[in-house]
């Protein structure tokens, strides 16, 4: 029986792409008409992004047994564009303008899924509406639950989604008096 | 590959019921202010309170609305390789074999009809409750994880030409009844 449920539970992950892409699509559009600002919109975006970066981080570390404790950025870039992207959107990725002492740098997506089918109106993007701030808000709230803190912000070219990620600090537990590390 | 839908569609419920909260803070606030108001110039000044206490639909119907739409775009694609559906009956079979399985990952477990444009629909572990401990628990809660399929139903419905109204019954998570209701065209 629990093996039934575990298997009718990784089952309906599979949901489509299309399903995804769609339903994302359908809820910027009702959330523009919502907020007067795009820019709310972006920050909406984002604040959601972080709550589901937090669940896939719990989800992609109980896949992926192997994934090591990351020590520096240039492995973090690496786990994420190997391994968590092409997981939960199905596209490779890359990390690159590496600035700052390596704890700036830039993920590229070549195929972002979620602009696929959708054409952003140029007064929109202008006004601050960032469309796919959603990945960089899931990017931002993964790292936060491996205690990592950092800033992330989207932009969509014509051809791709470039992901600016900055490192801010590592998070610390409190730990009760008398313990160790 | 598992792209993240039910996360995605959890955040949409907790997104909207905020709103939802917002929409009920700016009603009481209007009510407290409408005393005062005198004639067109007063109300403007208000125009965003306004807008926000009385023009934005509530948590299920907004969830229903981005339901319909993806469910008009989705059966396009799930019905492009199926044969030209004529009856009634043929379009929501199709409904509760091909697209069910496309989008929620299983065929429908029943289907009765009682040929007057009544449909029921069971689904004995529907997808947007599995992750729900099994049982009668969180019956109300799961009203807001359903008004979204609902309205793919009725989006989907649309689509084919059928003009319906859904709306789902539980007893028991994760059993939903989805009651399609076609209406005279």
């Known amino acids: 029986m629990s093996k039934a449920i575990k298997q009718n539970l990784a089952d309906s992950k599979k949901m489509s792409a299309e399903l995804f892409c769609l339903t994302y699509g359908a809820m910027v559009t009702e959330m523009l008409k919502d907020y007067e600002d795009p820019k709310d919109v972006t920050i909406q975006l984002d604040k959601m992004g972080f709550n589901m970066g937090t669940r896939l981080a719990d ?3 109980a896949k ?3 994934v090591p404790r990351c020590v520096d950025t240039r492995q973090i870039a690496d786990v994420l564009c190997r391994n968590a992207i ?7 990725a890359t990390a690159s303008s590496w600035t700052s002492g390596d704890r700036e740098f830039t993920i590229t997506l070549e195929a972002n899924p979620l602009t696929e089918l959708v054409q952003v109106p140029a007064h929109l993007v202008s006004a ?7 990945i960089a808000g899931a990017i931002r709230g993964a790292l936060e639950a491996v205690h990592f803190k950092v800033y992330a912000s989207a932009t969509d070219t014509g051809a791709n ?3 600016r990620i900055r490192f801010d600090q590592v998070l610390k537990d409190s730990l009760p008096a008398g313990e160790d590390d | 590959m598992a792209f993240p839908f039910d996360i995605l569609h959890l955040e949409i419920i907790r997104s909207t019921l905020e709103s939802e909260k917002d929409r009920c803070e700016a009603k009481e606030k209007f009510g407290t202010i409408i005393d005062n108001l005198n004639g067109p110039a007063d109300i403007e000044k208000y125009e965003s309170l306004v807008q926000k206490a009385f023009l934005h639909a509530n948590a299920e119907t907004k969830l229903e609305s981005i339901g319909f739409r993806v ?3 989705l059966v396009e694609k799930v019905s492009k390789e199926s044969p030209k559906l004529v009856t009634e009956l043929e379009i929501v079979k199709f409904i509760c074999k091909d697209f069910w399985s496309s989008v929620f990952g299983k065929q429908v477990d029943n289907l009765r009809t009682n040929h007057q444009g009544v449909y029921v629909v069971q689904d004995g572990r529907f997808t947007t409750l599995r992750s729900f401990p099994e049982g009668d628990q969180y019956v109300k809660e799961s009203g807001y994880f359903l008004a979204f399929p609902c309205g ?3 989006g989907a419905l649309a689509g084919l030409n059928i003009r319906a109204i859904v709306t789902p019954t539980i007893e028991s998570v994760p059993s939903v009844k989805f ?3 076609v209406q005279p065209k």
């Open chain 2, 71 to 73: 469910g008009r775009q």
């Open chain 2, 152 to 154: 793919l139903l009725r």
């Open chain 1, 59 to 61: 989800d992609f570390l």
């Open chain 1, 86 to 92: 092409p997981c939960y959107l199905g596209i490779s």
């Open chain 1, 128 to 134: 601050g509406l960032s469309y796919s701030q959603l």
């Open chain 2, 179 to 181: 009651h399609i209701q």
């Open chain 1, 161 to 163: 989604t470039e992901i």
């Open chain 1, 64 to 66: 992926n047994a192997n």
